[in-house]
């Protein structure tokens, strides 16, 4: 019979387990260096994972090798971020791999981190399925009316257009004033992400971008994040216009080595910006080459903290972010 064990925030191979299950069987892009991302730039951090007990062995003849590998079953986890508003919590990695759902693994997890959430304002983004449980069992009651959703192209049906704005130009994250960019950023988001937000500029296998319009004012940046399964996931991805959001993916793409021999590339977005999809549109061989799916839902307990929604093309981390 298995048993399991559960560890708080296990050696990083348990991680690695994560982000290859979650991509393989929820299409989600996380990269394995997130772990480390966030236990360095939120002010507390917990990765609740569930895994089988002990070591795992195998026979050979009349040898036995251990493996070595800690069999991942469950995971969650939670983010404290401080600000002058207080303390924001985020839940995310809620996941349990295929054989073990249903059997009661996952309920206790969540349990585990909103006890710690207690009385203050938490955040999550809840899939489809899940995002009136959420609400009903855990009380993140407030939402916007919108949900996000999910549009991607293959990249081999994709192609930079020939002619797009000459009112803005973009320069590398490194190549701008940092105070102005996140003086930018916090036009995103009411929260400070200082810290946050160049933790995802150094982060491995990321490529990112700035937009400015003739002025040299910043109207936008993105980063590109090569992810599993030979993907290119924008997180986060923002401009204050369409023209200055075609100008950032142009220059993006062409930064991105071979880009072309990338499986995929799509806007997480929220469903009330038509925006991000006429990019895509612009940037793909055939606008049936697009597909599109709803994907998730921004829910907070106590406070919802309302985000610019005509500025975002793309969430900058499902997992801790709500922005
Ligand atoms: C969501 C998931 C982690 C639940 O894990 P699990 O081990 O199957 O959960 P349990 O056996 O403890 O749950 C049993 C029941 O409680 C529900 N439940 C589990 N976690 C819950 C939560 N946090 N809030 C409300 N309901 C929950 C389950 O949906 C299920 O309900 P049902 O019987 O009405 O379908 C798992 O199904 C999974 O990995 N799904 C794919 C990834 C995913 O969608 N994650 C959520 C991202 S927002």
Same mark, same amino acid.
């Given at each position: 019979?298995?048993?399991?064990?559960?560890?708080?925030?296990?050696?990083?191979?348990?991680?690695?387990?994560?982000?290859?299950?979650?991509?393989?069987?929820?299409?989600?892009?996380?990269?394995?260096?997130?772990?480390?991302?966030?236990?360095?730039?939120?002010?507390?951090?917990?990765?609740?994972?569930?895994?089988?007990?002990?070591?795992?062995?195998?026979?050979?003849?009349?040898? !036995?090798?251990?493996?070595?590998?800690?069999?991942? &079953?469950?995971?969650?986890?939670?983010?404290?971020?401080?600000?002058?508003?207080?303390?924001?919590?985020?839940?995310?990695?809620?996941?349990?791999?295929?054989?073990?759902?249903?059997?009661?693994?996952?309920?206790?997890?969540?349990?585990?981190?909103?006890? !710690?959430?207690?009385?203050?304002?938490?955040?999550?983004?809840?899939?489809?399925? /899940?995002?009136?449980?959420?609400?009903?069992?855990?009380?993140?009651?407030?939402?916007?009316?919108?949900?996000?959703?999910?549009?991607?192209?293959?990249?081999?049906? /994709?192609? !930079?257009?020939?002619?797009? =704005?000459?009112?803005?130009?973009?320069?590398?994250?490194?190549?701008?004033?940092?105070?102005?960019?996140?003086?930018?950023?916090?036009?995103?988001?009411?929260?400070?992400?200082?810290? !946050? /937000? =160049?933790?995802?500029?150094?982060?491995?296998?990321?490529?990112?971008?700035?937009?400015?319009?003739?002025?040299?004012?910043?109207?936008?940046?993105?980063?590109?994040?090569?992810?599993?399964?030979?993907?290119?996931?924008?997180?986060?991805?923002?401009?204050?216009?369409?023209?200055?959001?075609?100008?950032?993916?142009?220059?993006?793409?062409?930064?991105?080595?071979?880009?072309?021999?990338?499986?995929?590339?799509?806007?997480?977005?929220?469903?009330?910006?038509?925006?991000?999809?006429?990019?895509?549109?612009?940037?793909?061989?055939?606008?049936?080459?697009?597909?599109?799916?709803?994907?998730?839902?921004?829910?907070?307990?106590?406070?919802?903290?309302?985000?610019?929604?005509?500025?975002?093309?793309?969430?900058?981390?499902?997992?801790?972010?709500? &922005?």
């Amino acid at each position: 019979m298995v048993e399991f064990e559960t560890l708080v925030n296990p050696p990083q191979e348990v991680f690695d387990q994560i982000v290859k299950y979650t991509s393989e069987t929820e299409d989600w892009a996380s990269q394995t260096g997130d772990y480390k991302l966030w236990l360095s730039s939120y002010d507390q951090f917990w990765l609740v994972t569930v895994v089988e007990k002990g070591l795992k062995y195998t026979t050979s003849g009349n040898y !036995i090798y251990h493996l070595g590998t800690t069999n991942f &079953v469950a995971s969650v986890s939670l983010a404290r971020w401080d600000g002058d508003d207080g303390p924001l919590f985020s839940i995310g990695m809620f996941y349990c791999v295929p054989k073990y759902r249903g059997t009661g693994l996952g309920k206790p997890l969540f349990q585990y981190v909103m006890d !710690i959430v207690g009385d203050n304002n938490a955040t999550l983004t809840g899939v489809v399925k /899940m995002s009136p449980k959420y609400a009903s069992d855990f009380g993140f009651d407030k939402y916007p009316e919108h949900w996000h959703l999910f549009s991607s192209a293959k990249c081999a049906e /994709m192609v !930079i257009p020939d002619k797009v =704005s000459e009112n803005y130009t973009t320069k590398l994250w490194s190549d701008v004033d940092y105070v102005e960019l996140t003086a930018y950023d916090r036009t995103i988001c009411v929260r400070n992400r200082k810290k !946050i /937000m =160049s933790a995802w500029f150094n982060s491995v296998d990321t490529f990112s971008r700035v937009v400015l319009d003739k002025s040299g004012k910043i109207v936008g940046y993105a980063t590109v994040r090569l992810v599993l399964k030979n993907r290119l996931s924008p997180a986060p991805f923002y401009a204050d216009n369409l023209e200055a959001a075609e100008v950032l993916l142009k220059d993006l793409l062409i930064m991105i080595p071979d880009w072309q021999q990338y499986a995929s590339f799509g806007f997480l977005y929220p469903e009330c910006n038509k925006d991000p999809f006429e990019v895509l549109n612009k940037f793909s061989k055939r606008r049936e080459a697009i597909s599109t799916s709803r994907f998730i839902r921004s829910q907070f307990t106590r406070e919802l903290i309302s985000t610019p929604d005509n500025k975002v093309y793309s969430l900058s981390d499902i997992a801790h972010q709500f &922005v």
